[in-house]
Nanobody, 124 residues
Framework: QVQLVESGGGLVQAGGSLRLSCAAS????????VGWFRRAPGKEREFVAA????????RYTDAVKGRFTISRDNAKNMVYLQTNSLKPEDTAVYYC?????????????????WGQGTQVTVSS
């Protein structure tokens, strides 16, 4: 089992950047694909980005392509989400999740372990 802790959220103006971090405190992190999801007020949790176990494959939702970059450092048990050119509609609680699979899931159902989330607020 793996435990996940997100950090790096905050309040930023539109056009700004934040680097979100996901730390694994237990387990062998390199054996799990990892995804980032977000939930905006009044909306369902949605997929943002995901990365394969080795980091060689990534996936993004269309809304963040070209602005967000997911990466990982397995030696440090860390996954990152670099968010650039932030927009007010990016405001949400951001969650990282790990999947007990070989494939890289892009739905919430594909993930088995979740962090508690970190708040990102983008002001206009």
């Amino acid at each position: 089992q793996v435990q996940l802790v997100e950090s790096g959220g905050g309040l930023v103006q539109a056009g700004g950047s934040l680097r979100l971090s996901c730390a694994a405190s237990k387990g062998t992190f390199s054996t799990y694909p990892v995804g980032w999801f977000r939930r905006a007020p009044g909306k369902e949790r949605e997929f943002v980005a995901a990365i394969s176990r080795s980091g060689g494959s990534t996936r993004y939702t269309d809304a963040v392509k070209g602005r967000f970059t997911i990466s990982r450092d397995n030696a440090k048990n860390m996954v990152y989400l670099q968010t650039n050119s932030l927009k007010p509609e990016d405001t949400a609680v951001y969650y990282c999740a790990a999947a007990r699979s070989i494939e890289v899931p892009t739905t919430t159902y594909g993930y088995d372990y979740w962090g508690q989330g970190t708040q990102v607020t983008v002001s206009s």
